[in-house]
């Protein structure tokens, strides 16, 4: 049955522009699958990512998957905005300086607006069904960081006071299965604002259509701030303007655990019971899912393959959550890509 059309679609947005596809991205689009039962879950991506295995596997195990090529002029005509061809520039300008993430922001706005739906970025892992929030209009999650937009537009020499104090606790509270709880208790201290890697709204939404618009305008800026396009657009926006049918989530319903503090999700413990303590510390019955930030994955013992996962669920809070988020039916539908 069609959603009403002031409430989000049940349908999931993924975006990836590249020509490799992880296993731990596989993890992501599969748990909303499992666990969220869409109609459709679109994955825009590049031409290259066909003949991929983890991508292949995908297409295989995911009935409602609907693969689809980036087409950025066709969506832009389709949406009629009056900054079509500031946002082809702005396309072009990121990927030459291959800001692509903000290649990413571009196109998540522009799909959730032509369509309507929810977004996820790829380093996600959906822990539960998603319907409560689609009867919304739209929501934003918040996480606590360090430097909102609003501190970094501030033009103060004093804006960072605060930054190196709380990096540094933040960085310490990562290392140690306690530094959750000593995390949690510090949290207030950090700035709790919403980002973009977890969206939704229905189609049209306005929202969406001002942060194109703003996109238009500000991408000359970008290479001076990463989050410009993303987190601080939408950020600014809320801020600016109203939208009466929005809902601002609180941070652990989908950044349970902010920037840095993730390497808790792939620390390798010693014992299983460290493993259930640090997810009742971190799992709420309304967390959705968890992001867990890609930044630093290099030294984050993330599981390749199913052999890894299934060797790491005793010792890793991230392979417990994953086996359970994808594969509820146990390991019988695990089937191991050549």
């Known amino acids: 049955m069609a ?18 596809f992880p296993y731990a991205y596989y993890l992501a689009i599969r748990s909303v699958a ?31 998957l609907e693969p689809v090529n980036i087409d950025l002029a066709g969506w832009l005509e ?14 072009r300008f990121l990927k030459e300086h291959k800001f692509h993430g903000s290649v990413s922001d571009l196109l998540r706005s522009l799909n959730l ?22 009867l919304h209009g739209a929501f934003l999650a918040e996480e606590h960081i360090l430097v909102s937009s609003k501190v970094w537009k501030r033009n103060s020499r004093w804006r960072y006071f605060w930054s190196g104090p709380l990096t540094a606790a933040r960085d310490l509270c990562s290392r140690f299965a306690h ?24 189609p049209g939404h306005p929202l969406m259509r001002d942060v194109l618009l703003r996109i238009a305008e500000r991408y000359p800026d970008r290479p001076m701030r990463y989050p410009l396009l993303g987190p601080d657009t939408v950020q600014d926006l809320i801020e600016e303007n109203t939208y009466d049918d929005l809902r601002v989530l609180p941070p ?27 997810e009742r510390w971190i799992v709420k ?12 994955t290099i030294t984050k013992s993330v599981p390749q393959n199913d052999t890894d996962l299934r060797g790491l669920e005793k010792r890793q809070l991230f392979s ?19």
Not at 78 to 91: G, R, V
Not at 285 to 296: E, L
């Open 252 to 278: 652990h319903c989908f950044s349970p655990l902010g920037p840095t503090m993730t390497f808790q999700y792939f620390h390798l413990r010693r014992k299983p019971k460290t493993l259930a303590t640090l």
């Open 179 to 202: 530094g959750v709880r000593l995390f949690q208790a510090i949290a207030p201290l950090y700035t709790r604002v919403v980002h973009n890697a977890v969206m939704g709204c229905r």
């Open 113 to 134: 607006y032509l369509r309507g739906g929810i977004y996820l970025d790829t380093d996600t892992l959906t822990l539960r069904d998603m319907a409560p929030l689609r």
């Open 34 to 64: 499992m666990r969220c039962q869409p109609e459709r879950i679109f994955l825009f991506k590049t031409p290259q990512l066909d003949g991929v295995p983890n991508f292949e596997r995908l297409r295989r195990e995911v009935a409602c």
């Open 285 to 296: 019955p309304d967390t959705y899912a968890i992001h867990w930030c890609n930044n630093g």
């Open 320 to 338: 417990r959550l994953a086996i359970r988020a994808a594969f509820p039916t146990g390991w019988t539908s695990f089937r191991e890509s050549p």
């Open 78 to 91: 389709e949406a009629a905005l009056p900054c079509i061809q500031q946002l082809l520039d702005a396309n």
């Open 3 to 20: 959603e009403p059309p002031d409430k989000i679609p049940n349908q999931f947005h993924f975006v990836w522009d590249d020509k490799f």
